[in-house]
Structure formats: C-alpha cells, structure tokens
Antibody
C-alpha cells in the first residue's frame, strides 16, 4: 500500500540544523510531488511548500524561504526537509504528504506519521 | 491567522449529526476544490473528503462534503465516540499561489 514513513523525533539546540526524511513506498516516487506541512503545538496545519519529485524543483510558501530546504534522493524514494539556524518557534510536528493530482484537483494523500522537532536550550 | 475560517469546536451527542463550516473567498474556495482531513488525537491527518464531496475508499458514507460559493461544509451523521478528532479543510489559493488550510475544528462527541 502507499505509505510515507518519516524519521524520528529530534531535540535540537537553537542555532543548530535538522534534517527530516520521508521515505515513500507503494508507488512510483517521481510521479507525484511531495508537500511539507508544519503543525505547531496546539495549532492548525500550515503548508510549507512542495518539491517536484520528477525535476527536483522546490516551491516554498511565504515564511518558509531561506532557512528551509527541500531535497530528494530518488534512488531511495526519499524526500528531505532541512531546517537551519533553528529557533524555538520552529518547534512543531513536520509532515510530508504526497500531493496527489487528478483532473485539475489536487490534495494531500497519504501523510507521513509526522516528525516532532523540538528546539530548546 | 488561517486563510480559511473554521469554528474552533463543535459538539454533539452519539448518534446525532454535526456540520463543520469552512469559509473562504473567491480566490480560494470560490475557485478551487475543497478537501477535508481528519486528525485523530496524536496522529497524522488523513484524507476524508476530496473534490468537495468525494470520499476515498474506506471512508464511510456517514461523512459528506458540500460546497456553495465561497464556503464548504463537512457533515457527519450517526456520530460515534471514535469520530472525536480535529477536522481541517484545505484548498488552493490562486492569489497566494499556496495551499491554504483552516485553523481546524475540534469535534467532541458528548
């Protein structure tokens, strides 16, 4: 079945970097783009952007430029989110979600299980 | 501050029906398909409704979606305690060139 499995929780100090992985299985990885979504504690979902898994071209949402980088390793069907110069406000659960598009309609399905990134000194 | 507006919470008794609203503008809901996601406590979101009113396989017909103008609605009938979750609406915003979500609605089944 189609599945996204993310790397485990991370505890980082302010100023450090973190790299979250999202391994896809059950479908051809390069057929669908990958969304990244942030959920801060007790908050709603916030779209960070997506990466075209065929071309490697990333698209970043407003507020997620500069310190956030999407990348791929298509040989292992894995997408990555790297965040540098971490701040306390980056503490959140980060989700990858396949961007499924058909006939002009796009939605996120399935979602990874989420990766909790905690930034604390 | 989310682009789409949802009520923070709704509640109803087991067996009853509840609706959750999602309000937007002509640049998002008024111009694009709406999807709904169910997020059970401590878990990742899961697709519940896509293209305004379609259910993925495995989603019971107790869940329904509709859209009118710049608003969308999720309906749940025959409420069960297992339906307690956060529900999020999402769509594409052509002005922002971004996927946008509502702030989420917490459903309590009393």
């Amino acid at each position: 079945q189609v599945q996204l499995v993310q790397s485990g929780s991370e505890l980082k100090k302010p100023g450090a970097s973190v790299k979250v992985s999202c391994k896809a299985s059950g479908y051809t990885f390069t057929t669908y783009s990958m969304n990244w979504v942030r959920q801060a504690p007790g908050q709603g979902l916030e779209w960070m952007g997506w990466i075209n898994t065929n071309t490697g071209n990333p698209t970043y949402a407003q507020g997620f430029t500069g310190r956030f980088v999407f990348s791929l390793d298509t040989s292992v069907s894995t997408a990555y989110l790297q965040i540098s110069s971490l701040k306390a406000e980056d503490t959140a659960v980060y989700y990858c979600a396949r961007r499924y598009c058909s006939g002009g309609s796009c939605y996120s399905e399935p979602w990874g299980q989420g990766t909790l990134v905690t930034v604390s000194s | 501050q989310s682009v789409l507006t949802q009520p923070p919470s709704v509640s109803a008794a087991p067996g009853q029906k509840v609706t959750i609203s999602c309000s937007g503008t002509s640049s998002n809901i008024g111009n694009s398909y709406v999807s709904w996601y169910q997020q059970l406590p401590g878990t990742a979101p899961k697709l519940l409704i896509y293209e305004n009113n379609k259910r993925p396989s495995g989603i019971p017909d107790r869940f329904s979606g509709s859209k009118s103008g710049t608003s969308a609605t999720l309906g749940i009938t025959g409420l069960q305690t297992g339906d307690e979750a956060d529900y999020h609406c999402g769509t594409w915003d052509s002005s922002l060139s971004a996927v946008v979500f509502g702030g989420g609605t917490k459903l309590t089944v009393l």
